[in-house]
């Protein structure tokens, strides 16, 4: 009985078919993490990225 559930245990070790998911998930935190560091400096390059836009497509128009 206790060898069976060693030899499942171990087997349970090796397995790594949840890796994928958790370096997923990761990523996704520090991405998040970075989001929230850098949100003002996002923030004011999108709005000028769109007041230059503006300002061209008023150009055109």
Known sequence: ???AFKDEFISFMKD???VGVIEVVL???VLIGL???FRDNINELLEDIFKEINTLSEDVY
């Open 27 to 29: 990523i996704l935190v």
């Open 35 to 37: 989001v929230i560091i």
């Open 16 to 18: 790594e078919s949840g």
């Open 1 to 3: 009985m206790l060898a």
